[in-house]
């Protein structure tokens, strides 16, 4: 059987789209995060290999994004903590607590930032 055209059970979503979902919400942090560089709101330091997207802020603290393909789950690794975010009703949303990724990673960030900083989820998904 072919599995990357099978949806995963908890999610609903094939491997096909999981992957593009990921990796387009991964994108669109890369993109706000350039935004600010050049419009000089803070200096957030990306380095994406593959899945894995680490935001290194002023100070030295850092958020780890990372893509999970077996579980279908976006984690991420904060100075608070680790979160895993699964895909439900039209946004990842954490396996906890039930709140949305660019919430919690907005939260994150300002925390780790020492400012407001607030990411939005990229088009073609919920917020």
């Not at 979503?13 to 999981?18: G, I, L, V």
């Not at 690794?77 to 919690?104: I, L, M, Q």
């Amino acid at each position: 059987m072919d599995h990357s055209s099978a949806p995963n059970a908890t999610t609903g979503m094939t491997d096909a789209e999981y992957t593009r979902q990921a990796h387009a919400t991964l994108a669109a942090v890369e993109s706000t995060i350039d935004r600010w560089l050049d419009d000089d709101v803070i200096d957030i330091d990306t380095h994406r290999t593959g899945g894995l997207l680490e935001l290194s802020f002023p100070g030295g603290s850092k958020i780890i994004l990372n893509t999970q393909p077996p579980l279908h789950e976006l984690w991420m690794a904060a100075r608070a903590g680790g979160y895993h975010f699964r895909w439900s009703e039209g946004a990842w949303r954490d396996t906890r607590s039930g709140e949305e990724f660019c919430a919690v990673l907005s939260t994150q960030a300002s925390a780790q930032g020492g400012q407001a900083l607030a990411f939005t989820a990229p088009s073609g998904t919920a917020a």
